[in-house]
């Protein structure tokens, strides 16, 4: 099956660590956030991936290809980011006649996708949230799809939609992309998929939602930190650092040749390789390659990589080569 995947955003709200570093390859627990997303499609046979990239898209597109070397991974480039309908009809030219998921790039989420397999109907996986208003929400009648609105500005239903999509017919999408854009339907000044998928439902195509098991928030720094928590309670750690009269309290993740001495570790620690930490307490940490880490506390921080830390801070977000001395 083809996914196309939507990563053009600059990740603003996540800077300074995304000054170095596209949002999507960001790690939460252990791993980036792409890599969460492409596992997760791996149940629904997904073996082609088109990339929509825009900031640092260069990058996206390498690690994905090395990342997954038996997965065809092609791109297209978004100059102006004018609306997700917009995005996702740069990949026409790379579909063929079969199904098409969507998934959108930052979009953590675990949900037994195996299910869309053969999948007749067009899909749309939901959350219940209490602020609809801030999404495109599915109102239903019964088990059937009524309506699709993007971001309503009265409440007409608690059913958000998560971002992932799956379409019978990846070209019929397409035609009404164009036609969106043909008419000129905006919202908030954006061609939206919402507003898309609305015409496909008034043409009497049919649409289905699928339930989700989890939904995480990666789009600030707080979020994340809530987001590496969940994974880490929900899929455990991994990793064995060199113990040096230290201890770690699980669950963490460790990249390779991590040092730790005379410290404790963790709960919800996630580190890249190569890190050292040397007479400090640090915990719900996310820390980049290459970092060290001596005679702190440390708590709900981020750090970029190759970062030095010295001192007692208790919290910080600090992109990559950056040194703290409190």
């Known amino acids: 099956m083809h996914c196309i995947i939507p990563a053009a955003g600059r990740g603003t709200r996540m800077r300074p660590l995304t000054w170095s570093n596209p949002k999507p390859?960001?790690?939460?627990?252990?791993?980036?956030?792409?890599?969460?997303?492409?596992?997760?499609?791996?149940e629904a046979d997904v073996d082609h991936i088109t990339l929509i990239v825009g900031y640092m898209g260069d990058s996206i597109v390498s690690w994905a290809r090395t990342a997954y070397p038996d997965i065809k991974v092609d791109f297209a480039f978004q100059e102006k980011p004018d609306g997700l309908a917009s995005a996702v009809l740069l990949a026409e030219q790379y579909l063929d006649n079969g199904p098409a998921m969507i998934v959108l790039g930052d979009t953590l989420f675990s949900a037994d996708l195996s299910v869309l397999r053969g999948e007749t109907r067009n899909m749309i996986v939901t959350s219940p949230v209490e602020d609809p208003s801030r999404f495109g929400v599915v109102v239903m009648d019964g088990t059937c799809v009524v309506k699709l609105v993007e971001k309503p500005s009265e409440f007409i239903s608690n059913l958000a939609i998560v971002g992932v999509y799956y379409f019978a017919s990846g070209r019929k999408l397409m035609e009404y992309c164009e036609e969106l854009k043909k008419r000129n339907i905006k919202t908030r000044d954006e061609y939206q998929l919402t507003d898309a998928m609305q015409l496909m439902l008034q043409n009497g195509e049919p649409f289905g939602i699928l339930d989700i098991d989890g939904w995480y928030d990666c789009g600030k720094p707080e979020t994340l930190l809530q987001t590496n928590r969940e994974l880490l309670d929900r899929n455990g750690g991994f990793g064995s650092p060199v113990l040096e009269n230290s201890a770690v309290i699980n669950p963490c993740c460790f990249g390779a040749e991590t040092v730790i001495r005379n410290s404790v570790v963790g709960p919800w620690f996630s580190g890249g390789n190569g890190i050292l930490v040397e007479n400090s307490r640090i915990s719900n940490t996310i820390a980049g390659t290459d970092s060290e880490f001596r005679n702190v506390v440390l708590t709900e921080s981020v750090t970029g990589e190759r970062s030095v830390v010295h001192g007692t801070p208790s919290n910080m977000y600090i992109g990559d080569d950056s040194v703290a001395e409190v």
Do not use: Q
């Open 25 to 42: 390859l960001i790690n939460v627990a252990g791993r980036p956030m792409l890599a969460h997303v492409i596992d997760s499609l791996l």
